[in-house]
């Protein structure tokens, strides 16, 4: 059975950080292309951050510069540094993992930025 389980979302005040975790279990963690992605209310699910089973990142423009992804292969986590938060980084923040034509989802963790 596969499980991702987020954690570290929570309530920052504009400016602050957070850093999110994603621990997988059930996948061979180390062959997925792992990916945080985020809903905001009355909008679609977009990707934030990615990391390849190599190691190659990309970010979403809108966080560019302030995003950090990274993975533990020994831990089979993949992690989000998120840093200079904006009310409007405020969302439920997912979990993916992607091998070839299988993909898998957390739960989601909220992130509330506000002051």
């Known amino acids: 059975q596969v499980q991702l389980v987020e954690s570290g979302g929570g309530l920052v005040q504009p400016g602050g950080s957070l850093r999110l975790s994603c621990a997988a279990s059930?996948?061979?963690?180390?062959?997925?292309?792992m990916a945080w992605y985020r809903q905001a209310p009355g909008k679609q699910r977009e990707l934030v951050a990615g990391?390849?089973?190599?190691?190659?990142?990309t970010y979403t423009n809108s966080m560019k510069g302030r995003l950090a992804i990274s993975r533990d292969n020994a831990k089979n986590t993949v992690y989000l540094q998120m840093n200079s938060l904006k009310p409007e980084d405020t969302a439920v923040y997912y979990c993916?993992?992607?091998?070839?034509?299988?993909?898998?989802w957390g739960q989601g963790t909220q992130v509330t930025v506000s002051s």
């Open positions: 993916n993992a992607a091998f070839r034509h299988e993909g898998y």
């Open positions: 059930g996948i061979i963690f180390s062959i997925y292309t």
């Open positions: 990391i390849t089973d190599g190691g190659t990142t």
